[in-house]
């Protein structure tokens, strides 16, 4: 690694950046007729016209414009883009009566799934959180409140700890099996984590640093793997591990048999989320004021895991997931997965130490930008061979959003100006 290198990765991700990541969100997401953003676009990046709004969709999306213009992006043009999405969020998608965000409207706002779901909640923690850090603006944070305190209230588990995911409109737990009242993940204790780090940087309440800390403590000693310390994707209330599902309410992408039980269900782990939770985890503490040596063990585990068995050295990027010993069951290349090593191995590299970690960024950085951005149209393609060619050709769907894309690039340069 010299300062040659580091400043030409530099270089190409802030022309990435400036020049076709910003700029195809900039000039085609917001909704000017109806409010909130428009997020689905074909691979010319074209409206594709589906006629909906979901609330993961708009709060990553307020999230991403909110962080770009926090980082000094967009000329002020980004923080009207996040105002006008926290005006949608509030007036359409907020539950006057029982608290919380609703999952799903149409374009026009009406509503179409009325549920409470924990992993959507978390982001708009997550988002108003960072709209109010990067504006100034104190609707972000009262919301952002409000949403923590329902968490409080009515999802966790005073039992066994952490916090049961799937309700219906008047926070009633929904039933077991695909319903998912009876499963806890790690994709949204995660998220929650990410989430109340924000709101705690945000308020520096003595409550929401003490929450902080218990969801930590709960993802290192209960859904990070015992052995390899890698992430466990689903349990059952008592923490027992359980089969991998398919929720009646999905998040994400993830390839399921017909039946919606995942492959080696009992034994599989993403290498993006391992190193994404990793990279969270040094965020968090930053935020905490805590030493990295109280959680190295586990750093090393996460992103060790990654690096040795995750990166293709052959064809360049990262798996998408493999047993916790070590095995790849999926060798495709999801761009979520590449967003996030790209951060952690620079983050596992700077505290680390191992040259390992900056020839794996390299590696990916590598496909990233020959294989897996769309150059003409400005965004990434989602789903890859392992060989770099496009299966899945949209740009956007609500969940293939801005949210892993810009965060990567943005957080990537940050990293990338401290080794230099």
């Given at each position: 690694?010299?300062?040659?290198?580091v400043?030409?990765?530099?270089?190409?991700?802030?022309?990435?950046?400036?020049?076709?990541?910003l700029?195809?969100?900039?000039?085609?997401?917001?909704?000017?007729?109806?409010?909130?953003?428009?997020t689905?676009?074909?691979?010319?990046?074209?409206?594709?016209?589906e006629?909906?709004?979901?609330?993961?969709?708009?709060?990553?999306?307020?999230?991403?414009?909110?962080?770009?213009?926090?980082?000094?992006?967009?000329?002020?043009?980004?923080?009207?883009?996040?105002?006008?999405g926290?005006?949608?969020?509030?007036?359409?998608?907020?539950d006057?009566?029982?608290g919380?965000?609703?999952w799903?409207?149409?374009?026009?706002?009406?509503?179409?799934?009325?549920q409470k779901?924990?992993?959507?909640?978390?982001?708009?923690?997550?988002?108003l959180?960072?709209?109010?850090?990067?504006t100034?603006?104190?609707?972000?944070?009262?919301y952002?409140?409000?949403?923590?305190?329902?968490?409080?209230?009515h999802?966790?588990?005073?039992?066994y700890?952490?916090?049961?995911?799937?309700?219906?409109?008047?926070?009633?737990?929904?039933?077991p099996?695909?319903a998912g009242?009876?499963?806890?993940?790690?994709?949204?204790?995660?998220?929650l984590?990410?989430?109340f780090?924000?709101?705690?940087?945000?308020?520096?309440?003595?409550?929401h640093?003490?929450?902080?800390?218990?969801?930590?403590?709960?993802?290192v000693?209960?859904i990070?793997?015992?052995?390899?310390?890698?992430?466990?994707?689903?349990?059952?209330?008592?923490?027992?591990?359980?089969?991998?599902?398919?929720?009646?309410?999905?998040?994400?992408?993830?390839?399921f048999?017909?039946?919606?039980?995942?492959?080696e269900?009992?034994?599989?782990?993403?290498?993006?989320?391992?190193a994404?939770?990793a990279?969270?985890?040094?965020?968090?503490?930053?935020?905490?004021?805590?030493?990295?040596?109280?959680?190295?063990?586990?750093?090393?585990?996460?992103?060790?895991?990654?690096?040795d068995?995750?990166?293709?050295?052959?064809?360049?990027?990262?798996?998408?997931?493999?047993?916790?010993?070590?095995q790849?069951?999926?060798?495709?290349?999801?761009?979520?997965?590449?967003a996030?090593?790209?951060?952690?191995?620079l983050?596992?590299?700077?505290i680390l130490?191992d040259?390992k970690?900056?020839k794996?960024?390299?590696?990916?950085?590598?496909?990233?930008m020959?294989?897996?951005?769309n150059?003409?149209?400005?965004?990434w393609w989602?789903?890859?061979?392992?060989?770099?060619?496009?299966?899945?050709?949209?740009?956007?769907?609500?969940?293939?959003?801005?949210?892993?894309?810009?965060?990567?690039?943005?957080?990537s340069?940050?990293?990338?100006?401290?080794?230099?």
């Amino acid at each position: 690694m010299t300062n040659e290198v580091v400043q030409q990765c530099r270089q190409e991700l802030h022309h990435h950046l400036t020049n076709e990541l910003l700029p195809f969100w900039i000039d085609r997401a917001v909704d000017a007729e109806h409010g909130g953003f428009i997020t689905h676009f074909d691979q010319l990046g074209n409206d594709s016209g589906e006629d909906e709004k979901s609330l993961i969709a708009q709060t990553r999306s307020i999230y991403t414009y909110s962080s770009a213009h926090r980082a000094g992006y967009g000329e002020g043009k980004l923080a009207e883009m996040a105002r006008h999405g926290v005006d949608y969020l509030l007036t359409r998608m907020w539950d006057t009566e029982h608290g919380g965000f609703y999952w799903m409207t149409n374009r026009k706002g009406d509503v179409l799934n009325d549920q409470k779901i924990v992993y959507g909640q978390s982001f708009a923690i997550y988002c108003l959180s960072e709209y109010t850090l990067a504006t100034g603006d104190p609707r972000g944070v009262e919301y952002a409140q409000k949403v923590f305190d329902r968490l409080q209230k009515h999802a966790v588990d005073t039992c066994y700890g952490g916090y049961f995911e799937m309700f219906e409109r008047d926070w009633t737990l929904k039933g077991p099996g695909a319903a998912g009242g009876d499963r806890k993940t790690l994709d949204a204790h995660m998220h929650l984590m990410e989430a109340f780090t924000t709101l705690y940087e945000c308020t520096r309440l003595p409550l929401h640093r003490r929450k902080l800390l218990e969801v930590i403590t709960l993802l290192v000693d209960k859904i990070m793997h015992p052995v390899y310390g890698t992430g466990i994707p689903q349990f059952w209330a008592d923490w027992r591990v359980a089969p991998q599902i398919k929720f009646d309410i999905i998040w994400g992408w993830d390839r399921f048999t017909e039946d919606g039980i995942k492959r080696e269900a009992e034994d599989n782990t993403s290498y993006g989320h391992n190193a994404e939770f990793a990279w969270l985890l040094i965020h968090a503490l930053d935020v905490l004021e805590i030493p990295y040596e109280t959680y190295r063990e586990q750093l090393h585990k996460s992103f060790a895991h990654a690096v040795d068995n995750g990166v293709d050295w052959e064809h360049g990027g990262v798996f998408v997931e493999g047993s916790h010993s070590g095995q790849v069951y999926d060798r495709e290349k999801e761009f979520w997965q590449q967003a996030e090593v790209l951060i952690g191995f620079l983050d596992a590299y700077r505290i680390l130490g191992d040259e390992k970690y900056w020839k794996a960024y390299e590696n990916v950085h590598r496909f990233v930008m020959d294989k897996m951005v769309n150059h003409p149209v400005g965004e990434w393609w989602p789903l890859m061979t392992r060989q770099g060619t496009p299966i899945w050709t949209h740009m956007s769907h609500s969940w293939k959003i801005n949210y892993h894309t810009v965060r990567a690039v943005v957080q990537s340069i940050q990293r990338l100006d401290k080794l230099r």
